[in-house]
């Protein structure tokens, strides 16, 4: 009955305790345990840089190909071919608008601008230059005395006025200021 009883232990599901790991121990389980979360991490980090030089390099070309569309737009412009600038100009607002330098975005819609009133499309041409009017930069001044022209054949003098005076306002120094001045006095 004895061995009976040994028999019946030994296949019993119960094991005996183990002793606690030591400190050594349980720091090499933790090791082994984050050694996938170490490596995930540097990983996710080489992911990263690679992310980030992907997408430099895009918004990099995207501004490359917005210069040398606004480029081609404006000779097409200068040489006559209303068509091909009117799309080249367009392709580069298109690439241009998310760039920060904002001039070149500027100068894309002054462009856009002539093509449409020289099409005949005042409406559409207004709009270019009121759009390149709100932006600062070197077309500034231009893009002003552009859009209060353009509203002077739509016959919305109040507005022109308004444009006048803005140019007025920011470029008292111009050449153009006097005949500018001539211009919203006889209004």
Request: net charge positive.
């Amino acid at each position: 009955m004895a061995q009976q009883v040994r028999k019946v232990s030994a296949i019993s599901p119960r094991r005996p305790v183990e002793k606690a790991p030591s400190a050594g121990q349980q720091f090499m389980l933790a090791l082994q345990r984050h050694r996938f979360s170490a490596g995930a991490g540097i990983l996710g980090l080489i992911c990263l840089v690679l992310v980030g030089a992907v997408i430099s390099s895009y918004w990099k070309e995207r501004r490359t190909r917005g210069l040398r569309e606004l480029q081609a737009g404006i000779l097409a412009l200068q040489s006559g071919d209303r068509g091909g600038a009117a799309s080249q100009l367009t392709l580069a607002e298109q690439h241009l608008q998310t760039e920060s330098e904002g001039y070149l975005l500027q100068l894309a819609r002054l462009n856009l601008g002539y093509v449409a009133e020289q099409q005949g499309d005042l409406t559409r041409a207004r709009q270019y230059y009121e759009a390149s009017a709100a932006m600062d930069g070197p077309a500034k001044s231009e893009a002003l005395l552009s859009a209060a022209r353009v509203l002077g054949l739509l016959k919305d003098d109040g507005a022109a006025e308004s444009y006048y005076k803005k140019f007025l306002e920011q470029y008292q120094d111009s050449p153009v200021a006097e005949v500018v001045r001539q211009r919203v006095g006889d209004q």
